[in-house]
């Protein structure tokens, strides 16, 4: 099966985001290896901590892209989709306490969220219905 052309705009704009994520953590890498939070964590748990929840945080988008744009999984899609809606809330939430970033790191993560939802709407095109098996021929009511 081809894959639709909203499969192929919801990879580039996913792609686009993770890179953008990607390039927005090795900018800010040293802020946050200083935040307070971060330092008690690492003093209980290990040195290892930041750079194992990085790598984890940046595989995890990257599993989903291979399920949804390779696979056509309906479970990475709605698991995906959650995920944006946590992200949304979570920069509305910090906009709301003042504490959203400002600078770079702030225009890159807003940047990241707006591709982000641009994907997740590739999803629901129909075009991209059949690619999740969601376009199945209905049995005619008798």
Known sequence: MLRPKSIDLFERCYLGGWAVGLINTLISW?????DPRIIAAAE???SWYLST?????????LILWFFIARK???VAKWIMVGLTALGVAGLALSFARGQYPAGIAGILGLAG??????AAAMLFRPDAKPWF?????REPVA
């Open 30 to 34: 040293t802020n946050v290896r200083q």
């Open 44 to 46: 209980q748990v290990g």
């Open 53 to 61: 929840i990085t790598a984890i945080g940046l595989a995890i988008p």
């Open 72 to 74: 056509g999984s309906v």
């Open 113 to 118: 969220v707006v591709l982000n939802i641009a």
């Open 133 to 137: 098996g969601e376009d199945s021929p």
